[in-house]
């Protein structure tokens, strides 16, 4: 993800079931939030969230590494590419979730785009990222998926539904308590945005999503079904005890073997 919080906002419930479901869980920020704050340096508050982050995975049980840019310049260059297929082989991902790639936020779209070039790169031996001593190259493509929008809609407030929702009900309180791992945040949305109530703007989307779905609490989820990457539904199966789909939304390799004339499959 782009920031510290931004997991917990959009993901956490989804991660802690993965943590339940005995898998080995990586964090990736690409800032460590360093112009989130009226009152601290910039490189005051980049030790201060960087610290809740780490506290924050922790929490989760993760592994966490900062990819070292900074906030409000986080574009989709050569450098930064290549600074997460890096970090990417380090973990050697078999699913990874990103931002959506329409968000409020340019930082959150940018994001999106170099993960998404990072996450086909890293399995590409001739692919160098520069380092001294480099990563092992990746085995595969992973799978790639796109966590909801801040809020659940684009920049002209349209909502942007998800492919399939995992329900988080369970998951609820530990989201809230690794979302408060990050109290520097709260005073910086209070000033910035003028939005109080921290945990209860995430509960009130995850309400909303839940609502959406019949259940009570939930997270929205899409996977990137582009050329190359894998259409296996890996989330959706290890998940599928929590897992409400939106009918009618399958890869396109399905979708052609249905279209195909006089009703062959």
Not at 238 to 251: C, D, F, S, T, W
Request: hydrophobic share 35%; charged share 20%.
């Amino acid at each position: 993800m782009a920031h510290p919080d931004d997991v917990e906002f959009l993901i956490a419930g989804t991660l802690f079931h993965l943590k339940a479901a005995d898998w080995d869980v990586g964090i990736v920020t690409m800032t460590a939030g360093d112009k989130g704050s009226t009152t601290h340096s910039q490189e005051e508050v980049a030790r201060i969230r960087h610290a809740e982050a780490q506290a924050g995975a922790e929490y989760l049980g993760a592994w966490y590494h900062c990819v070292g840019l900074m906030d409000l310049e986080i574009f989709a260059t050569a450098e930064n590419i290549s600074r997460v297929v890096e970090q990417m082989r380090i973990f050697q991902p078999d699913v990874v979730i990103t931002h959506s790639p329409v968000d409020y936020l340019l930082d959150h779209e940018e994001t999106a785009r170099i993960v998404r070039s990072a996450a086909f790169a890293m399995s590409a031996p001739l692919y160098k990222t520069g380092h001294t001593s480099p990563a092992q190259i990746g085995h595969r493509i992973p799978t790639l998926y796109y966590a909801d929008p801040i809020a659940g809609n684009n920049p002209l407030g349209e909502r942007i539904y998800p492919h399939f929702y995992v329900v988080i009900t369970d998951q609820l309180g530990k989201k809230r308590d690794m979302l408060s791992c990050h109290a520097s945040q709260r005073k910086w949305m209070q000033q910035q945005h003028g939005v109080d109530e921290y945990l209860e703007q995430m509960t009130d989307w995850a309400s909303q999503y839940g609502q959406e779905c019949g259940a009570g609490y939930a997270e929205g989820l899409r996977q990137h079904w582009g050329h190359a990457f894998p259409e296996e539904p890996i989330l959706q199966e290890v998940l599928k005890p929590h897992v409400h789909r939106n009918e009618g939304i399958q890869p396109p390799s399905i979708r052609l073997r249905q279209e195909e004339p006089n009703g062959q499959e």
